[in-house]
């Protein structure tokens, strides 16, 4: 069955909008965990803040649309989410693997943003663009925070370890 350009586009945000909740969990879950590493928790607490106006701008893209994200359920987005904070969890350098995590993470909704945005183009949706170009940018503005900061986290880290102090969050 054919589907119209409108339905990719209105499934698109629906699993955009699935991805920045699992983002909030993820990047919660982390948060409250992370002991030793300030600068760490606060920058992800500033993205929690910012991934719930990712949320809401969708949830406003698509009512806009006159679908809810909460008519389309969020499924199937338990991909990195979940498993990230889980998985990690236990080992003894949690902080480098969510940090890798949490990179991987940050450029799947890069992805997913500029993938939107062809679609949002093709049904004519400048002011759902307009929307969607700040959370891009503020996922870009992330990402990049990530990559500067694996060195200064892993020093760190090793200075941690090496001083027999608890050195994974
Ligand atoms: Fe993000």
Same mark, same amino acid.
């Given at each position: 069955?054919?589907?119209?350009?409108?339905?990719?586009?209105?499934? $698109?945000?629906?699993?955009?909008? !699935?991805?920045?909740?699992?983002?909030?969990?993820?990047?919660? %879950?982390?948060?409250? %965990? *992370? =002991?030793?590493?300030?600068?760490? @928790?606060? #920058?992800?607490?500033?993205?929690? =803040? +910012?991934?719930? #106006?990712?949320? @809401? #701008?969708?949830?406003?893209?698509? #009512?806009?649309? /006159?679908?809810?994200?909460?008519?389309?359920?969020?499924? $199937?987005?338990?991909?990195? $989410?979940?498993?990230?904070?889980?998985?990690?969890?236990?080992?003894?350098?949690?902080?480098?693997?969510?940090?890798? !995590?949490?990179?991987?993470? =940050?450029?799947?909704?890069?992805?997913?943003?500029?993938? *939107?945005?062809?679609?949002?183009?093709?049904? /004519?949706? !400048?002011?759902?663009?307009? *929307?969607?170009?700040?959370?891009?940018?503020? +996922?870009?503005?992330?990402?990049?925070?990530? @990559?500067?900061?694996?060195?200064?986290?892993?020093?760190?880290?090793?200075?941690? !370890?090496?001083? /027999?102090?608890? @050195? /994974?969050?």
């Amino acid at each position: 069955m054919a589907s119209t350009i409108d339905d990719l586009y209105t499934t $698109g945000l629906a699993n955009a909008h !699935a991805l920045e909740n699992q983002a909030v969990q993820m990047l919660s %879950r982390q948060a409250e %965990r *992370l =002991e030793n590493y300030p600068e760490l @928790a606060q #920058r992800m607490r500033e993205h929690i =803040e +910012e991934s719930r #106006r990712h949320a @809401a #701008r969708l949830d406003e893209i698509l #009512r806009a649309r /006159g679908s809810a994200p909460s008519a389309l359920k969020d499924v $199937g987005q338990s991909i990195i $989410g979940s498993l990230a904070a889980m998985t990690h969890a236990a080992a003894q350098d949690e902080v480098l693997k969510n940090s890798f !995590a949490n990179y991987a993470f =940050e450029h799947y909704e890069i992805a997913a943003y500029r993938s *939107l945005l062809v679609l949002a183009d093709a049904v /004519g949706d !400048a002011w759902g663009m307009k *929307l969607l170009r700040e959370s891009l940018a503020e +996922e870009e503005r992330m990402a990049q925070w990530i @990559a500067d900061h694996l060195e200064p986290t892993t020093r760190t880290y090793m200075r941690l !370890a090496a001083t /027999g102090q608890k @050195a /994974g969050v």
